[in-house]
Structures are given as C-alpha cells and as structure tokens.
C-alpha cells in the first residue's frame, strides 16, 4: 500500500470485491485526470431523470433546472456534502450544450498559482518550467460547462480575477497579452456557506454576487427523508447493474433505520452504505447485519441527530439536570464542537461578554480563544 498500491484483497478472491476494487482504483485515476484537467467528459448520460426528488423544495430545483437549462447564465449551487451538487451541475450542462465539456476544478485541490494556470492556461516562457503554450479550462471548455467547485477555497487573488473574467467575459493567459474570449457557461458550487463567509470578509461580495445570478440550494437528505425509499430502489438499481447484483431492497426494520438517521454525508454516503451492504450481502434483502457501520455498538443510527441531546443526558436514568448543569454541558459542548472565539459564542448564545466571563469562572471553565 505504501508503495502505491489502490488497496488489497483477501484471498479466496470474492469477484464482486474485485470488481468493486477495480472500479475504485479506476475512479480515483479518473479523479486525478480530473485535477489534471485531462479529463473532459462527454457528459450525455446525465438527465433529469436520474435526480431522484419529491416534495416541494426538490420540484422548486427541477424548475430551476429547466429554467437555467435554456439559457447559459451562471450558476450557484449550494448544499452540504454528498446533497448531488454535481450531478445537478452536469444535468444543467448536459441539457444545454451536452455536446460540448464539461470541465470540472476544483479550487480546494490546486494551489493557487497552479489552479491560475489551469484556468487561464499560459504563454511559452511565462515561468520555469512553462515550455510550451498551455491552454486553460476557460478555452478548452469551449461552448460547454467549467464547474469551479468548492468555489470557497478560492484564493482572494483568484478571486479578483475570477471576477474580471466574469465581468468582461474576456480573460489573458498567464505571461501573455492577447485577450482570449470566454464562451463557456461558468457554474460553481460549495459546501460552505458563502453569503456568510462574504459577511466576514472571506469571500469577495462582487463576486458572490456575480456567481449567485441563479442559485440552487440543495436540502440535506435528513430535511427530506420522503425520499430515501425512492433513493434506494434507484441507487439499488444502478448497483446491482455494477455488480451484477439482483439486490431487491432493505428490510422493514433496516428502513426504520435510514428513516431516522441524521445522513451527515447525504446522498453519497448513503450510496456508499449500499455498495458496500450488497458487496457482502448473502440475501435478496439487505438487513441490519448487512450494515455494520451503523450496528448497535459502533455507532447509533442517528448519533448525530441525538448528539445534543445525549449530552443532557441525566447520570441516572428518570432523574433530571439542574438548569445550571445544562448551562455548563452546553457552553462546553459548543467550546468544544465549534472553533468559534469569545465574541461568536457570546453572539450565538445571545448574552453579553462579561455574562459569559462570569459563566466560565462559575462552572471552571478554561477557555482563551480570543
Ligand atoms: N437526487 C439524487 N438522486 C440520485 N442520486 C443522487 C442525487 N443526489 C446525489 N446523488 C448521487 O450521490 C452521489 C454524490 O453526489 P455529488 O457528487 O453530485 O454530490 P456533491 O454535492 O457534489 O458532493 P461533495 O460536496 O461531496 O462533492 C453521486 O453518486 C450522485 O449521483
Ligand atoms: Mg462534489
């Protein structure tokens, strides 16, 4: 492994493993061809039909989608990790110029000098090492789609030229002078929560405004738990074609589960959980001892939505806190699950900054992040 192996199997060789080890070590080569910018996909067999979504705030999307997707404006799309940010982006692209790349970068890879050149592409002589000219994602994706994702790692030198590209839809390459013209449909996309990070001065706010023309925001899996069943009858059947797999479901009692757990990780960690359930799975139906990670032991289903409550958590069982108790576990809960400063915490708590010293000294609390 050390050497640059992608993983390892145990002997006797289980075919499913193999095939699903094979396709991971394709993927991640696939995802550096990716950083490289060598990559560029004929994105044709992304459709509408393969975003799975009910309820309202999904049907808002897929208007957005059909809006955005008859003309080349910019997009934003936001939404935690694992919420299928690309995927919307690839479907915008494919229903608009699937002829054309689609070029994903993304900004939190590269460093910032490297991630210039990649956008802009370079003269001959532009620096060490630059022998000959290079041409950038803004050319090579000619009519189609640069997806920037995690647009929030974006260095604040990039992004003032970000902005100038986008304002004047021309841009030079790194060491030259001809003005290049851009054609590609830019969209972006982050985990982070931007508009926030332009209050604190993280992000510029003419660019934000720039890029937020549309906007998506994806709900996290947890706010819409309605679509978990449909989500796993169609990522069973992507799965089982994979793996050649004739998975028809999860138990009664593994639905209960999903449907109650928090889904930190979205739609992807739910896929993953599936992957890994029918590489092993013996039945038709996946049930609870097809899913270790999320046993009884390891760790709770829905850990992450109890977190809270679970530090309320009387020492006996039918007894309760004291107001003063539940005070002191929540300060230390935040001091210790945030990295929030004195000023943030005093703001989220809503009191005053000497209230919140005298707290600390009340319930012996050090703490120093200015
Ligand atoms: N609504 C959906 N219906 C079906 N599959 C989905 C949906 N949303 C996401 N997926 C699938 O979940 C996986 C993760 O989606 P994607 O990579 O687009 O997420 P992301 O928001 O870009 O995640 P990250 O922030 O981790 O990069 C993909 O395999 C994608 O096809
Ligand atoms: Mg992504």
Not at 96 to 111: G, H, L, M, R, Y
Request: glycine share 8%; aromatic share 6%; with cysteine.
């Amino acid at each position: 492994m050390k050497a640059g192996a992608f993983d390892y199997i145990h002997k006797p060789v289980n075919v499913d493993e193999l095939d699903l080890a094979i396709k991971k070590a394709l993927k991640s080569l696939e995802m550096e061809k990716k950083i490289d910018g060598l990559l560029i996909e004929p994105s044709r067999n992304f459709r509408v039909g393969d975003i799975i979504g009910t309820g309202n705030e999904m049907r808002e999307i897929f208007k957005t989608i059909g809006t955005v997707s008859k003309s080349r404006t910019t997009v934003l799309i936001q939404g935690e990790s694992g919420t299928g940010k690309e995927l919307i982006a690839k479907v915008i692209h494919n229903n608009t110029s699937s002829d054309e790349p689609f070029i994903a970068v993304n900004c939190s890879a590269i460093v910032e000098t490297l991630l210039e050149s990649e956008l802009f592409g370079h003269e001959k002589g532009s620096f060490t090492g630059a022998v000959a000219r290079k041409l950038g994602k803004f050319e090579l994706a000619r009519f189609g789609t640069v997806f920037l994702d995690e647009i929030s790692e974006m260095s604040v030198n990039l992004q003032a030229k970000l902005l100038r590209v986008l304002q004047e839809m021309e841009f030079e390459r790194v060491g030259g002078k001809d003005r290049v013209k851009v054609n590609a449909r830019i969209m972006a996309a982050t985990n982070k929560d931007l508009k926030l990070m332009v209050k604190e001065g993280k992000f510029r706010d003419d660019l934000y405004y720039r890029l937020n023309i549309v906007a998506i925001n994806l709900p996290p899996l947890r706010s819409r738990r309605q679509d978990i069943p449909p989500l796993i009858d169609y990522l069973l059947s992507k799965i089982n074609l994979d793996l050649h797999k004739k998975i028809i479901g999860v138990s009664g009692e593994m639905m209960e589960k999903f449907m109650s757990y928090a889904w930190p990780g979205n739609i992807r960690e739910l896929e993953n959980l599936l992957v890994r359930a029918c590489v092993v799975a013996k039945g038709q139906v996946l049930g609870v001892g097809d899913f270790p990670e999320l046993g009884k032991d390891s760790q709770p289903i829905g850990a992450q939505a109890d977190q809270t409550t679970e530090v309320f958590k009387p020492e006996e069982p039918g007894k309760f806190l004291t107001l003063d108790q539940v005070e002191e576990r929540y300060i230390r809960k935040i001091i210790k699950e945030t990295d929030k400063n004195k000023g943030e915490i005093c703001e989220t708590l809503g009191i005053s900054r000497p209230t919140f010293e005298r707290k600390l000294e009340k319930y012996g609390i050090s703490f120093e992040r200015e």
